[in-house]
């Protein structure tokens, strides 16, 4: 069953990826009218807030933009860099609304940033856990009892769980940042703004959908372990 369910968001989580994907072709299509690159747009947001310390840098692959508080770099992709347009802008005002949050101290970024090695841990347990169980199933019952092991993967899927959902709000909030700083920076017209609005939603919706899948996953755990304890 929890096969099914992973199988069945990574199918969702691919649907919505290829979505957001062909909006960004679409609207690189539309060249802006104020003729500015992701990487000036981005620069000139950040010169804005009076954000000095961050570097707008180029980074390879699609879609590959993030900001790094630890490195304090904006990363964009060669098509948000170098582009023109209102998919390229909208993604590099979110980057850097990312970089305004940590400039401002957004606590919820703050929360994100520090689940970070605890959710990597997470992964390892979690790994180490499933491996023992798919090779070692008959060692682990004599070391590991099914109830016990069962109950550390719940604890690691509650912290992959609460991590995306904690970074939902991350995730609106810079790009409500974006959006609203475009808008009235002139970045964008009437028209492109919409184009903006439209591709974050969607790269939002990639988060919506991961953040559904941890929770149900947790849950399915969760009742598994009640009904094994009511088998007692």
Same mark, same amino acid.
């Given at each position: 069953?929890?096969?099914?369910?992973?199988? *069945?968001?990574?199918?969702?989580?691919?649907?919505?990826?290829?979505?957001?994907?062909?909006?960004? #072709?679409?609207?690189?299509?539309? =060249?802006?009218?104020?003729?500015?690159?992701?990487?000036?747009?981005?620069?000139?947001? @950040?010169?804005?807030?009076? %954000?000095?310390?961050?570097?707008?840098?180029?980074?390879?692959?699609?879609?590959?933009?993030?900001?790094?508080?630890?490195?304090?770099?904006?990363?964009? &992709?060669?098509?948000?860099?170098? $582009? #023109?347009?209102?998919?390229?802008?909208?993604?590099?005002? =979110?980057? +850097? $609304?990312?970089?305004?949050? =940590?400039?401002?101290?957004? &606590?919820? /970024?703050?929360? #994100?940033?520090?689940?970070?090695?605890?959710?990597?841990? &997470?992964?390892?347990?979690?790994?180490?856990?499933?491996?023992?169980?798919?090779?070692?199933? *008959?060692?682990? #019952? $004599?070391?590991?009892?099914?109830?016990?092991? /069962? /109950?550390?993967?719940?604890? +690691?899927?509650?912290? *992959?769980? @609460?991590?995306?959902?904690?970074?939902?709000?991350?995730?609106?909030?810079?790009?409500?940042?974006?959006?609203?700083?475009?808008?009235?920076?002139? %970045?964008?017209?009437?028209?492109?703004?919409?184009?903006?609005?439209?591709?974050?939603?969607?790269?939002?919706?990639?988060?919506?959908?991961?953040?559904? $899948?941890?929770?149900?996953?947790?849950?399915?755990?969760?009742?598994?372990?009640?009904?094994?304890?009511?088998?007692?």
């Amino acid at each position: 069953m929890a096969l099914i369910i992973g199988l *069945f968001f990574m199918a969702v989580g691919w649907m919505v990826s290829s979505k957001l994907k062909r909006k960004f #072709r679409e609207y690189s299509m539309t =060249h802006l009218t104020r003729d500015l690159t992701g990487s000036e747009i981005a620069r000139l947001m @950040l010169a804005d807030h009076g %954000i000095r310390d961050v570097q707008v840098v180029s980074v390879e692959g699609e879609l590959t933009d993030h900001y790094n508080p630890a490195t304090r770099t904006v990363n964009l &992709s060669p098509d948000v860099y170098h $582009g #023109r347009n209102a998919a390229a802008a909208a993604v590099a005002a =979110h980057e +850097c $609304g990312h970089a305004v949050q =940590h400039a401002t101290a957004y &606590s919820m /970024l703050q929360f #994100r940033s520090a689940m970070v090695p605890i959710q990597n841990i &997470s992964a390892s347990i979690l790994n180490m856990i499933f491996m023992a169980m798919l090779f070692g199933s *008959f060692f682990m #019952r $004599g070391v590991l009892p099914m109830q016990t092991a /069962l /109950l550390i993967i719940i604890i +690691c899927y509650a912290v *992959f769980a @609460l991590f995306a959902v904690i970074t939902l709000p991350v995730e609106f909030d810079a790009s409500k940042r974006a959006l609203a700083w475009v808008q009235s920076r002139g %970045i964008v017209t009437t028209g492109e703004y919409d184009m903006a609005k439209d591709a974050l939603k969607w790269a939002a919706m990639t988060y919506i959908v991961a953040a559904i $899948g941890a929770v149900t996953t947790l849950i399915y755990y969760v009742l598994q372990y009640l009904g094994m304890n009511n088998e007692d």
